[in-house]
């Protein structure tokens, strides 16, 4: 752990940066690899047997951080390895890498969120998230109280200010959010907020990103608001689905809409118990925006997936035809008026060649046809292909002779030979082209799978 904690303290000499890991390419590899070691360790020590989803949810976090898959698992395999007499002190002592308060609520609120990913979190839980904020502030904080108060990570710095204008916007914040808004839309409004950040990078990541979510209504104007300010996007795209024109802050009385029409904005994640929690607008619209979300997110990962699949189609593809043109330069300088190599055999004396003594051989697995007949008729001579070698001399029954990567090729007279059996007998070759021939073969056989 010595080591871990050395690295990882030089990393916190270079976060001198107000921003979100996140949000910022000003921090070096070190630094976010520390960060997310700091969330991968409070998750590990919060729940030591973490399932596939949480694994994922861990994965797709380090890569947010622009982390490599070996950062991530290194990271993740050194916090599990910690022994539970050490934990405490090497949660501290991550924590302390987060050198101004906007990070530490930064890191507390990624815990936060990364718990919620199992469901309710249990009194352990809150307990230690709360005991995570007395560690890193010197003094007991109630997060959750400060959460559902209106302290987020944009106005983290200025939250605790003295002035008589935020204690004013903290008494209007808490007045709003915990006399008339349900904690369900609080921690929606949290969810809705990173899976729509999470769209954002999406979109920006690709062009073609943004040329598919264009085509499901969104404009620039609306675009540039999800990539400026998360607000601003939520109050436009309300706009745009405008439930009668009445303002987000406006009340509801759900008791007043039939069962029918609320059930119809049930979904994964949102029961129907939950949408008689609805006090405001605001409430319904968070519902809104978590089911778009969800399908805009769905639908952009697929499309991303489907692309990543042709792009490896197309990689195979192009490693299939260097393969292929690397085993026709096996043979590329044999001059010979009795030798035609891919593409450039002739299709008459390719049909006649298979007819004779290959019939069961695909036309596009021959590189080589050697045309062993005076008049030009290819019924006896050979074919070579990436992993045998075919022939046919007259009066003789037709020969077939897999090679690989450890066979032995020899030569002698008008012969070739593969793990010593013939392979073939030509008559019109001579002992010059006969050694060209072997030697391509034996060249071949080191690309042979």
């Known amino acids: 752990m010595a080591n871990f904690m050395k690295k990882m303290k030089s990393a916190a000499e270079q976060a001198k940066i107000k921003d979100h890991p996140l949000f910022t390419g000003e921090y070096s590899a070190e630094v976010r690899n520390a960060y997310f070691s700091g969330c991968a360790a409070s998750l590990c020590f919060l729940d030591d047997n973490l399932d596939a989803d949480e694994q994922k949810n861990l994965q797709f976090f380090g890569q ?23 934990k405490m002190e090497f949660l501290q002592e991550i924590f302390s890498l987060m050198d101004t308060d906007y990070l530490k609520y930064a890191l507390l609120t990624d815990i936060h969120t990364l718990c919620l990913k199992k469901g309710s979190l249990t009194d352990d839980e809150k307990d230690f998230i709360n005991t995570s904020a007395e560690i890193l502030f010197g003094e007991e904080k109630d997060m959750f109280k400060l959460w559902e108060k209106g302290l987020t990570l944009e106005n983290a710095d200025s939250f605790f200010n003295n002035t008589e204008e935020v204690k004013e916007n903290i008494a209007v914040e808490e007045e709003n959010i915990v006399s008339d808004r349900d904690p369900f839309f609080i921690q929606l ?23 598919f979510i264009k085509e499901q209504g969104f404009d620039d104007n609306l675009l540039q608001k999800l990539f400026e300010d998360y607000d601003l996007f939520c109050e436009a795209e309300y706009q745009r689905h405008s439930i009668g024109g009445a303002p987000l802050d406006s009340p509801i009385d759900v008791s007043e809409i039939p069962d029918e029409m609320l059930q119809e904005m049930v979904c994964d994640g949102i029961t129907l118990e939950d949408m008689h929690k609805c006090k405001k607008i605001a409430d319904i619209n968070e519902i809104l925006l978590f089911k778009m979300g969800m399908t805009v997110k769905t639908a952009l990962e697929e499309l991303n997936r489907q692309r990543l699949q042709e792009q490896i189609k197309d990689l195979e593809k192009k490693m299939e035809e260097s393969k292929y043109n690397s085993r026709l330069a096996c043979f590329g300088r044999i001059d010979d008026s009795n030798v035609y190599v891919a593409p450039n055999i002739p299709y008459d004396k390719l049909k006649n060649a298979i007819e004779a003594y ?35 001399e007259i009066f003789m029954e037709p020969v077939h002779r897999f090679f690989y990567k450890d066979s032995d090729i020899r030569y002698g007279g008008k012969k070739i030979f593969i793990d010593g059996e013939q392979a073939c007998n030509l008559c019109l070759a001579s002992e010059s082209l006969i050694k060209e021939l072997a030697e391509g073969i034996a060249t071949l056989t080191a690309l042979t799978e």
């Open 64 to 86: 947010s951080l622009r982390l490599t898959s070996a950062d991530v698992e290194d990271s993740i395999k050194t916090v599990r390895e910690i022994g539970d007499d050490d």
């Open 189 to 211: 409004a949290a969810k809705n907020r990173e899976m729509w950040l999470e769209v954002a990078e999406l979109l920006q990541a690709h062009e073609h990103n943004l040329a």
């Open 358 to 392: 290959a019939p069961c051989l695909d036309p596009d697995d021959v590189l080589l046809l050697f045309d062993d007949t005076a008049f030009g008729g290819a019924r006896d001579g050979m074919l070579i292909t990436y992993d045998s070698v075919y022939s046919h």
